[in-house]
């Protein structure tokens, strides 16, 4: 073989593996192409998406208001129990002086 039938060897194998890779490419592009129905689908479902992170930012901000006036009305009713067991404790402590008095009226 001399010189000139090995280029001419070299740029054929060459030139059908620039082919193959060239074909190859375009067989792995053509499969894997995304249709436009695909693409809206992922638009549909990225809007869903958008729409479902919208409504639980929502749904937290409500938790957290009711959380606060919860808090808020337990902390009222927590007094109001307090002052209202203050005032037992005085009313207890009132009637058992009256039954004292009551009790020494009767001895005297």
């Known amino acids: 073989m001399n010189r000139t039938e090995f280029i001419l060897t070299t740029a054929i194998i060459l030139f059908v593996a620039f082919s193959l890779g060239w074909f190859a490419n375009w067989l792995v592009h053509r499969f894997t192409r995304v249709s436009s129905a695909d693409v809206g ?38 007094a109001e129990l307090n002052a209202a067991m203050e005032g037992l404790r005085d009313a207890r402590r009132e009637a058992e002086e009256l039954r004292g008095q009551l009790e020494r009226a009767r001895q005297a």
């Open 41 to 78: 689908e992922l638009e549909r479902m990225s809007q869903e998406l958008h729409e479902a992170e919208e409504t639980r930012d929502q749904a937290i901000t409500y938790l957290q208001q009711r959380e606060a006036e919860l808090t808020n009305q337990l902390s009222q009713t927590e």
